[in-house]
């Protein structure tokens, strides 16, 4: 049974940072894409940034320079460093995986299995 389990959400001021993590166990993929969404109230759910074969990351442009994604070696975790938060990246944010990235990366509905979510809040 596939589970992602991510930690690290929490509240921070407009400019200061936060660290999410993921650990992932029990699939079977030879290669995988793993990725983070976020889903404001209201809204919905987007890509945030992901990471595929070959430690090739993407992100989305209202991200880009702020936030770096990675993985371990053993590809069963990964970690979103956000820096410069604004209050406009508040929101649940949800570990997810597939086989593959590709062009795709940002849609939700590709992707084979989520984490529970871990909520982030931004204050101005």
């Known amino acids: 049974q596939v589970q992602l389990v991510e930690s690290g959400g929490g509240s921070a001021q407009a400019g200061g940072s936060l660290t999410l993590s993921c650990v992932a166990s029990g699939y079977t993929y030879t290669t995988i894409c793993m990725a983070w969404f976020r889903q404001a109230p209201g809204a919905e759910r987007e890509g945030v940034a992901a990471i595929g074969g070959g430690q090739i990351a993407y992100y989305d442009d209202s991200v880009k320079g702020r936030f770096t994604i990675s993985q371990g070696h053993a590809k069963t975790t990964m970690s979103l460093q956000m820096n410069s938060l604004k209050p406009e990246d508040t929101g649940m944010y949800y570990c997810?995986?597939?086989?593959?990235?590709?062009?795709?990366?940002?849609?939700?509905?590709?992707?084979?299995?989520w984490g529970q979510g871990t909520q982030v809040t931004v204050s101005s």
């Open positions: 997810a995986v597939k086989f593959f990235c590709g062009i795709n990366w940002p849609r939700p509905g590709g992707y084979d299995y």
